[in-house]
């Protein structure tokens, strides 16, 4: 059984005779509250030690939640920079994207344009050689709507089946069908 404070403070020893205390009980009791002053004394010697192991403990845990937040901080400050930085990477990719297709679209504009002035002058020039064909054929209609008389009996023998292989070159034929002008 513990003894308690209280305990110490309400003991009383028997007399003896002479008026003074047994001392085999002062002793005994003496020896009681050594012992438990003892184990009191190292408990509290244990709970110190305990107390400061824990105070330490704290500190290296407060350290630590003191460095975790810097790293977070850090962290979130990190990447809020890159955040902006990809924000600010992504509008100038657009902004060249933009520059590069009206870019592009700048240079169709002129292929379209060149492409619609030779298709203009593709045009033109099909109506000449039109013109300069239809001029080359009425000549030749002419011609044979006015064919002399010797170059009316060739052109019958030539369209007789017979006559084909011996045909011959008349003298009064040209050659070459007249050049008409402006055919270059």
């Known amino acids: 059984m ?12 028997s007399r003896k005779k002479l008026g003074g205390l047994d001392e085999n009980e002062v002793y ?11 184990a009191v004394y190292a408990e509290c010697k244990n709970l110190k030690d305990q107390n400061q192991r824990l105070t330490n403990q704290m500190k290296d ?4 939640e003191k460095t975790l937040k810097q790293t977070l901080i850090a962290a979130q400050k990190s990447s809020a920079d890159t955040k902006n930085n ?34 203009r002058e593709l045009k033109r020039q ?4 039109k013109v300069e064909l239809r001029t080359v054929l009425e000549s030749y209609l002419s011609m044979l709507n006015e064919e002399p008389p010797a170059l009316a009996a060739r052109t019958a ?17 040209p050659a070459t069908p007249p050049a008409v002008p402006g055919a270059n």
């Open 2 to 13: 513990r003894i308690t404070p209280l305990d110490i403070y309400q003991r009383e020893f």
């Open 28 to 38: 005994d009791f003496l020896k009681k509250v050594g012992r438990e002053y003892e």
């Open 61 to 64: 845990y407060l350290e630590l």
């Open 86 to 119: 990809a924000e600010k990477e992504a509008e100038l990719i657009v902004k060249e994207a933009e520059i590069q297709a009206e870019r592009i679209l700048d240079e169709a504009r002129s292929e379209s344009e060149i492409i619609g002035r030779e298709i």
């Open 126 to 129: 099909k109506r000449m050689l």
């Open 157 to 173: 023998a030539l369209a007789t089946p017979a006559a084909a292989p011996a045909r011959a070159l008349d003298a009064t034929t």
